[in-house]
């Protein structure tokens, strides 16, 4: 299987506030979706709290892709509770936004918001 690797600080410089920030992000994302199976997105354990950067950089995704192509596609590792939920929460809203523009993207009833994002892995 074909991962790519996308390590937030490097490819960010350490700029992680802005929307063009996360636009950043959201490029290169968009630049490995095509050729790779899986996008490994690792936080580098760095906190982030920008509701601006997470929904540049991941809730675009969602409104262009589906809830079980965002689950098969990518994956999150070192990343802080509070970035965790707070991209759940993101991902959840454009789900929802991309719901009601277009019906039959319709997510399920009942999400189950923590299983969206992958669990919290360290690599060594």
């Known amino acids: 299987m074909r991962v790519a690797e996308l390590n937030i ?3 960010s410089g350490g ?3 802005t ?4 636009g950043v992000i959201y490029q290169r994302i968009k630049a490995f979706w095509n050729d790779y199976e899986r996008i490994s997105v690792n936080f580098a354990n760095l906190l982030i709290a920008s509701v ?3 929904d540049e950089a991941f809730g675009q995704l969602a409104l262009e892709h589906s809830e079980q192509e965002l689950r098969k596609k990518l994956e999150f590792a070192n990343m802080s509770r509070f970035d965790r939920a707070l991209l759940n929460d993101i991902i959840m809203s ?5 719901s009601l523009k277009n019906p039959q993207h319709s997510p399920r009833k009942h999400i189950k918001v923590g299983v969206l994002i992958s669990k919290n892995r360290r690599k060594d």
């Open 15 to 17: 700029k992680t506030v």
């Open 19 to 22: 929307r063009d920030d996360g």
């Open 52 to 54: 601006s950067f997470m």
């Open 94 to 98: 454009r789900i929802h936004e991309r």
């Open 9 to 11: 600080e490097q490819v």
